[in-house]
């Protein structure tokens, strides 16, 4: 059975370039987002499905992420899609993540 968590990283570190170094599994960011969604997660809770949803439920996305890069950083580009509030979930084996983000017009 999945417990669904919703994560606020204790702790986080801006690098000098910007770059986001250390945040739990499901902090998301850029939100709003404009060009594109980036999710932080693990390489150990992989393999990990990312769905999205409109606010009014409609699936508008699914992605099964096997490996992660080295920032374990997974991007979704969303500059197609149409500015308003969208819901994440992310779930694995040991655990299901929410969030919502919102999408504004370039």
Known sequence: AFRT?????????LCKAG??????????????????????????????EISLFTVKGEKVGFYK?????????????VHSWKPGTYVLRIRNDEESIVRKFVIMPD
Do not use: M, Q
């Not at 968590?5 to 570190?13: D, Q, V």
């Not at 939100?31 to 693990?42: G, R, W, Y």
């Open 19 to 48: 770059t986001i170094s250390t945040l739990g599994p499901g902090w998301l960011y850029h939100n709003p987002a404009v060009e594109a969604i980036k999710i932080v997660l693990s390489n150990e809770g992989a393999p990990w």
């Open 5 to 13: 968590t919703y994560h606020y990283p204790r702790e986080y570190t």
């Open 65 to 77: 992420v096997l490996e992660l890069n080295d920032d374990e950083v997974y991007e979704i580009a």
